[in-house]
């Protein structure tokens, strides 16, 4: 199969761009094949409020949910409220509530909700109702890895238009550092009338300090038709911090500089400027009568090189858990650029797509 870039699209030896979305299907569904492992014993230990005990692998503590594998039950997420006491040989990395991360086995202490995290010849406590985020140290490659990827189809006979949206995102976690990779592709056609392709493709990496703090590096690829975008590379780094911190809700800011070197098709030529990106990421999360997972990006782009010229980018997501694995996600996206269009066109770009996904 040969890719090669024409007029500014990435195309197949076939040149139909909607190709690309089954391809990075495909390589989803390899990356998830190839990263399979097999699970470590299940012999950790879970003592509930009401007396009760459950053996089982401890998965980690995210979003209030304790994730555990367990023999017969599959896996199974605890209400980390309901949980009086765990224990483990394994080393998890435990976050509390200031940002701060101990690294070590885990062990109940004498009073209840009390977590002894053991390293070394030494050990700390933390209070159950201070800890937001328990991870597993694990060895494999394959284990620090989570993700997930959503498809979508929807076609209208009355007006003839087929829409077909395609979304992904894969976390690699280490002890200090976080690589994160987004991918976001929507293909809408007309059978009498003009096709559009939204694509956005980034990665990103996150350094972490203390208090909450982190620097990050991110290198992307843009392309929006609607708002004449042949393409556009992006080159950023800057600093953030994580403001709201909790097991049920958290606020990312950050700033910095971007590199933007652009195509557009009303323009010959490429436009490199430079641009302070100021960005914000809420997310909240509810699973008291069903597991529901909103999370709001915002992004404001003022030039620095261009007078007057300023973007903005915002994508949100509404996520619906239906089994442990399967999801459904409704998708509010939304774009504009100050940039006037020499035929005219649209400055601003606004949709909304649903999908059903798959979280590994």
């Given at each position: 199969m040969i890719a090669a870039v024409e007029s500014g699209h990435l195309l197949l030896n076939n040149g139909h761009p909607v190709h690309l979305i089954r391809l990075s299907f495909l390589v989803t569904v390899l990356a998830c094949l190839s990263f399979a492992v097999n699970a470590r014993p299940k012999t950790d230990v879970i003592q509930f409020?009401?007396?009760?005990?459950?053996?089982?692998?401890?998965?980690?503590?995210?979003?209030?949910?304790?994730?555990?594998?367990?023999?017969?039950?599959?896996?199974?997420?605890?209400?980390?409220?309901?949980?009086m006491s765990i224990s483990s040989d394994i080393q998890f990395q435990v976050?509390?509530?200031?940002?701060?991360?101990?690294f070590g086995a885990v062990m109940p202490s004498v009073e209840p909700r009390i977590l002894q995290v053991a390293f070394g010849r030494?050990?700390?406590?933390?209070?159950?109702?201070?800890?937001?985020?328990?991870?597993?140290?694990?060895?494999?490659?394959?284990?620090?890895?989570?993700?997930?990827?959503?498809?979508?189809?929807?076609?209208?006979?009355?007006?003839a238009i087929s829409q077909l949206n395609f979304s992904g995102d894969i976390t690699y976690t280490a002890e200090i550092y976080r690589l994160t990779g987004n991918a976001s592709l929507y293909f809408s056609e007309v059978s009498e009338g003009t096709n559009t392709r939204r694509a956005d493709l980034s990665t990103a990496y996150q350094r972490l300090r203390d208090n909450r703090w982190f620097t990050w590096g991110s290198?992307?690829?843009?392309?929006?038709?609607?708002?004449?975008l042949q393409s556009r590379v992006l080159l950023g780094a800057g600093v953030g911090r994580d403001f709201f911190f909790s097991s049920?809700?958290?606020?990312?800011?950050?700033?910095?500089?971007?590199?933007?070197?652009?195509?557009?098709?009303?323009?010959?030529?490429?436009?490199?400027?430079?641009?302070?990106?100021?960005?914000?990421?809420?997310?909240?999360?509810?699973?008291?009568?069903?597991?529901?997972?909103?999370?709001?990006?915002?992004?404001?782009?003022?030039?620095?090189?261009?007078?007057?010229?300023?973007?903005?980018?915002?994508?949100?997501?509404?996520?619906?858990?239906?089994?442990?694995?399967?999801?459904?996600?409704?998708?509010?996206?939304?774009?504009?650029?100050?940039?006037?269009?020499?035929?005219?066109?649209?400055?601003?770009?606004?949709?909304?797509?649903?999908?059903?996904?798959?979280?590994?």
């Open positions: 409020d009401n007396g009760d005990r459950l053996t089982g692998e401890i998965r980690g503590l995210n979003r209030g949910l304790l994730q555990v594998k367990t023999s017969h039950m599959g896996t199974v997420n605890i209400e980390w409220p309901s949980v976050e509390n509530i200031q940002g701060e991360r101990i030494g050990s700390q406590s933390e209070s159950f109702d201070n800890i937001v985020r328990i991870t597993p140290v694990e060895d494999t490659l394959g284990d620090r890895i989570k993700g997930g990827m959503s498809l979508g189809l929807n076609y209208s006979e009355a007006s290198l992307g690829w843009q392309q929006n038709e609607e708002l004449g049920q809700q958290t606020l990312s800011l950050t700033a910095g500089p971007l590199l933007s070197v652009e195509n557009f098709f009303d323009q010959p030529g490429q436009v490199t400027s430079g641009e302070l990106g100021l960005m914000g990421s809420y997310s909240k999360f509810k699973f008291n009568d069903s597991e529901l997972d909103l999370k709001v990006d915002l992004g404001l782009f003022p030039s620095i090189t261009e007078s007057g010229r300023w973007r903005a980018e915002l994508n949100s997501r509404l996520r619906y858990k239906l089994t442990d694995d399967l999801t459904w996600d409704l998708t509010l996206y939304g774009s504009r650029d100050s940039r006037e269009q020499a035929d005219g066109g649209s400055n601003s770009d606004v949709g909304v797509t649903n999908s059903l996904g798959y979280s590994f």
